[in-house]
């Protein structure tokens, strides 16, 4: 609302952290990438297409996708326990939705495709930066995409909207308290994922789209980025 | 792009290649308008007003008529499974063997973990067929074998073969390049085939370069003193 809102780390409403990204990371997977926001980094890893197993979840009409969304345990400043857990099961299923629409998985009819996602940090965001390694990495291991996708988290601290929440401003308390909008967009402006669990009214949630539609195209440079500029440096 | 500039180029998913109706598309490619589009990610490449787009990383995709090195996995009652690196298993009929097998005695032709040339005869909905009934293919029985990524072979075979014939040259051996990425080396000594494969290791590390084949060249000379 007041023209100087005052973020904790000092960016304008509309500044992304300082993003990098870098595929090829992973030696032994079919194809793989980096991406981070600020302290949150993702690493994702695509295995296939190969042959489903077990056999009868072949599906011979399209291929399938299969994500796994997983926090390392030193990611965050208390140790969580390792393994599957309700949160991340739900963030690899929203993963897999978010991804699936430019994914040309009939393609690929009775295979599957295996995506992993590793937070080796986490500073909020985390799903965000998720998805935008687990496209690098999908486009990476050479598999048809439609095209490709940017993901980024829309906060409402009180009554202000901002771009890439972090940790601090996940937690605002103020007013109204903090509402985190994770959008996930194609290049032309398709949105492949939305949540929202808070109140917004209908205009700022417009306003939130448009912000987020802004913020994917200067992601969608990094990641066009990495991908130019992987050749020559890999082996 | 225009016609004169068909210089090749690093495209990603989604990426408009060209605008207007005078390209059709290729392998890698889809058109959408009046926009090609690129839905890989690899080098876009214009021939004859086709574009195409060649992925450069990822799986190996199999096609009819490659010849590959692979794996025997299984044996079954009429030829044998060979692991070649798709995602499908590869099957060698005991039909497409150019000499007689004894169906019991299938093993004593070839047996688990045997490597073998093939050439891939025929690609359906439920399988990869192989045949084994040219000139130089057949099982391996020495030699060594180089593993590296499949979309590095074209670069490793060189136009026109130029780059693999130089190294067979230098090195003095014979070279089969698979398409799934696996190379068989045979020389007289063993020297010379580890030599092979250290020129092949460096052709790949290398594979970004353009005027790959005067740069291994060079390298040759250097190695050689």
Not at chain 2, 22 to 33: A, F, H, I
Not at chain 2, 59 to 77: D, Q, S
Request: glycine share 8%.
């Amino acid at each position: 609302m007041t023209k100087e809102f005052k973020r904790p780390d000092g960016r304008k409403v509309d500044e992304l952290r300082k993003m990098s990204a870098k595929v090829g990371v992973v030696p032994n997977a079919d194809g793989s990438a980096m991406f981070s926001f600020g302290d949150t980094i993702a690493i994702a890893a695509v295995y296939g297409p190969k042959k489903m197993h077990p056999q009868h979840k072949q599906n011979p009409e399209k291929g399938t996708l299969r994500c796994n969304y997983n926090m390392i345990s030193f990611s965050v400043n208390d140790r969580i326990r390792p393994g599957m857990s309700r949160r991340s099961m739900e963030i690899s299923e929203i993963s897999k939705w978010a991804l699936e629409p430019v994914l040309m998985i009939d393609n690929y009819p009775n295979m599957v495709v295996d995506v992993h996602i590793n937070i080796l940090q986490a500073n909020a965001s985390t799903r965000c930066a998720g998805i935008n390694a687990a496209c690098l990495a999908l486009a990476h291991a050479g598999i048809s995409m439609k095209n490709m996708v940017s993901s980024v988290s829309i906060g409402k601290l009180d009554k202000q909207l901002v771009v890439d929440v972090d940790k601090k401003e996940e937690d605002w308390e103020e007013g109204e308290g903090a509402t985190d909008i994770p959008i996930t967009m194609t290049s032309d402006d398709k949105i492949t994922h939305l949540q929202l669990d808070g109140k917004i009214t209908n205009k700022q949630l417009k306003d939130a789209i448009e912000l987020a539609r802004k913020a994917c195209k200067e992601i969608y440079e990094v990641q066009k980025k990495a991908l130019k500029e992987s050749l020559g440096e890999e082996k | 792009m225009t016609k004169e500039d068909n210089q090749r180029k690093v495209v990603i998913p989604g990426e408009v290649i060209v605008k207007g109706d005078n390209y059709l598309p290729g392998d890698g490619t889809e058109k959408r308008g009046e926009e090609i589009v690129s839905i890989k990610y690899g080098l876009s490449e214009e021939q004859n007003r086709l574009i195409k787009v060649i992925p450069l990383s990822g799986i190996y995709h199999p096609r009819r008529g490659n010849v590959v090195i692979g794996k025997v996995e299984n044996l079954t009652f009429n030829g044998w499974v060979i692991d070649i690196g798709a995602p499908e298993g590869a099957f060698l009929s005991l039909m497409e063997v150019p000499k007689y097998v004894n169906k019991d005695g299938l093993d004593e032709v070839m047996d688990f973990g045997d490597m073998v040339i093939a050439k891939i005869w025929s690609i359906n909905k439920r399988g990869i067929d192989l045949s084994i009934k040219s000139r130089g293919l057949g099982k391996i029985d020495e030699g060594i074998i180089v593993k590296v990524n499949p979309n590095k072979v074209p670069r490793v075979i060189g136009k026109e073969g130029s780059m693999v014939k130089l190294i067979k040259d230098e090195t003095g051996c014979n070279i089969t390049v698979g398409q799934n990425g696996l190379i068989w080396i045979k020389g007289d000594k063993i020297e010379d085939e580890l030599f092979a494969k250290k020129s092949i290791l460096f052709v790949t590390e290398k594979s970004y370069i353009s005027g790959l084949t005067e740069e291994v060249k060079k390298w040759f000379e250097k190695e050689k003193k």
